[in-house]
């Protein structure tokens, strides 16, 4: 128990958090780890020699929310003892609509399956200490549940059932699988199919589902303009603001005080101007750029979010549980409220705003020599969309360079830097894939006109450049002092990942270089041999889907598919807490404190990385869960029509397709294939017909027809047409190859299979009055395909 004795490295740092400060965390467990041993609470107390009923309290405070947070485990002996020396592995569980789950573990590394008897006493969302107790049949590492550290919800959205005087409410979120039992007396007036939003008052044990009672009644089932409020019960979104945040921001007002912008760097000569969409309403990023000898000068101003956002404040509490903003089409869940994202921390025009700076001195090759960041005030001189920029300097039109002639010369030079780092970032290797983005088009009543793609011009790019090289001095400046900060690490491919890649492109006669560790050059060098092919769209996206999901990390793995040692979220923290870290980090520095006394630790940021990364996830399923939505309520007048599309991507189950013209997605179900036993080969993404040789691959031109839509389930069901563009054929004996290559996921199908199953793998019909059962098909095969494959959950590639 020596450890009392010693100075906590930490104690300046917890003196400026707390006015009764006791020892850090990392104290508390440097302790425990010179002990050898769990300790109990009263043992810790004496080892740290606190006395004093407010310190016993802090402590019991500190001990449970390291628990919570997976730094200690609190035994059956009431001892607290490192999780790292009892081999346990934390993170968030993501439920699957089929009873089984997995945990994404937050030391990174691959998903540990949760088999569905360890499911049962658990939600999605859920945060768990586990154990690896071996490999599933498929060579998947599965986990076994020892502790829930946090829930992760409390509420849940869904669809009110009544039978026989029982309640409950199947959920809306596919991924909790559980119904919620709803005792007669918490109705509270609901009727039976209306959807409601229910709270948890019991949660689930291995021997009894989960109970709930109804707080609110959103409406009838399938009524319209309901699937935003819907989603954002369905994730968790937090969308009101607590009364202490409203209490805090009655004082702001719309203008910067002049207080606020004393000892600060005034720019409001510079005609710094906002690009951005038309229909942006926070301008969170300013440029301006001029010469500067044979280079350039380039500043980039941020909004000062951190000025306003306080550490520890019911404001900071509040974006920290949101986490980002949420877009929505045609609606936003801000991360800050209103008086912030759209007033004091948006760089409005012809408006003084207070900003953090980072103004780089760049090379003629485009290499930033020399940055320095800067807490300024500023002046927006223009707000310019991405359409008015590209016309004036792309299109060169005479009427827009007229009325902005003061700020063309500014716009020029900003134009010819970019033009020059769009070289350096093909040197660099930078990965760029070609993706269309698209933009739903509302009539009256909420109801879609027409889906859209979105065109990227070169204002897009110039913008999107700047914003990279900020980023990349923030995480240069900040790693160079080590202070503890939140990184953006996109990590190299996995290894089982390269050699199926390899695989599929040695069947177009296609290498990638770089032996057993390519680089991000390796990557774009193929990109750019096979952009010009027919099946580039193909082959492009193989290879995109052979990358990892880009996460926050404190720990510097760099970022692969940007091809930079070292990279950070600086420009948005208007809607991205992560950045609002990073400014917080850039102000300690500059105001000349130490790295000791920063108010978070490297293991706060960990949490924070942890926590980020997932309100990321659950935005991105949120925002998607909407879109189905609405794409499906706008294909369910379209039954029985033809359209051209590409199969989008292929599965043990089915073909997905995506239309050519309408950007809308559906499942050609593989009992809905001409008549043969059809075996997937997951290596080259395709059916492969056993008798035919038939073969649906991933990038084939297909035609299709509206055949099913079902709302509750958000999915759309197609059929081949009798027409179609072309009809491939595979190389004798592929269907044998792809059934003998011993991957478990490769089966065949059965008629009269489930209907569909998405992407995801969700595919909930009980109890919804659906059957889900697809038409009567002509495929012939031996397997269930749904019950030959639990695809893993898929997850979003990075930015």
Known sequence: MSKSSKHDPFAEREAQKYAQPIPSREFIMALLEEAGQPLRREQIREALKLDGEEQIEALQRRLRAMERDGQLLFNRRNEYCLAAKVELITGRVQGHSQGFGFVIPEQGGDDLLLPAHEMRAIMHGDRVAVREVGVDRRGRREAAVVEVLERGLSQIV??????SGVGYVLADNK?????????????????HGQIVTVNITEY??????????????LGEHMAPGMEIDIAIRSYGLPNTWPADVEQEIRGYTPEVRDTDKQGREDLRHLPLVTIDGEDARDFDDAVYCEKNGKGWRLYVAIADVSHYVKVGTALDVEAHKRGNSVYFPERVIPMLPEILSNGLCSLNPQTDRLCMVCIMDINAQGAVKSSRFTEAVMYSHARFTYTKVAAILVDKDPQLRQQYAA????????????KVLQQARNQRGAIDFGSTETRIMFGPDRKIERIVPQQRNDAHRLIEECMLLANVASADYLASHEIPILYRVHDTPSAEKLTDLREFLGSFGLSLGGGEEPQPRHFSELLNKVRNRPDSHLIETVMLRSLRQAVYSPENGGHFGLAYDAYTHFTSPIRRYPDLLVHRAIRHLLRHKSTAAFAYSHSDMQNFGDHCSMTERRADEATRNVVDWLKCE???????????????????????????????????HITGLPSDYYHFDSVHHRLIGERTNRSFRLGDPIRVAVSRVNLDDRKIDFELTAEQPNISRAEPGAAKAASARGKPVETKAKRGGKARTKRNGSNKNKK???????????????????????????RRKPR
């Open 175 to 191: 991924r909790i699988h559980q119904d919620i039992l709803i005792p007669n007396e918490e109705f509270h007036s609901a009727k």
């Open 407 to 418: 700020l063309l010369p500014p716009l020029e030079t900003l134009y010819d830097l970019f």
């Open 634 to 668: 706008y294909m369910q007048d379209k039954l029985g029509e033809h359209y051209d599309g590409t199969i989008s991507s292929v599965t043990s189950f089915g073909l997905f397709v995506a239309l050519s013209e309408i950007y809308v997605e559906g499942l050609v």
């Open 158 to 163: 869904g669809r009110l059932f009544i039978e």
């Open 768 to 794: 919804s009055g659906n059957s889900g059962k697809a038409k009567p098909a002509t495929g012939k095969a031996k397997k269930p395909a749904e019950k030959a494959k639990q695809p893993k959950a898929k």
């Open 204 to 217: 689930p044990t291995k021997h009894r589902q989960a109970i709930g009672k109804v707080v609110e009644i």
